[in-house]
């Protein structure tokens, strides 16, 4: 069984592979992404309920 600290050392080495920390982020545009994932998240979670 994976720890939760190894699961967020793969996930933080995935995001450096995906150019996530190529430069330094201020709080509004680290604040604004955080945002568009959420947002994305639910519209996958509304996308996937019955109509």
Request: charge should be negative; proline fraction near 4%; hydrophobic fraction near 40%.
């Amino acid at each position: 069984m994976t720890g939760i600290n190894e699961v967020a050392k793969q996930i933080h080495e995935n995001a450096v592979d995906h150019g996530w920390w190529d430069e330094e982020l201020g709080f509004p545009e680290v604040l604004a992404l955080i945002h568009s994932e959420v947002s994305e998240a639910l519209e996958e979670y509304r996308s996937s309920l019955p109509t």
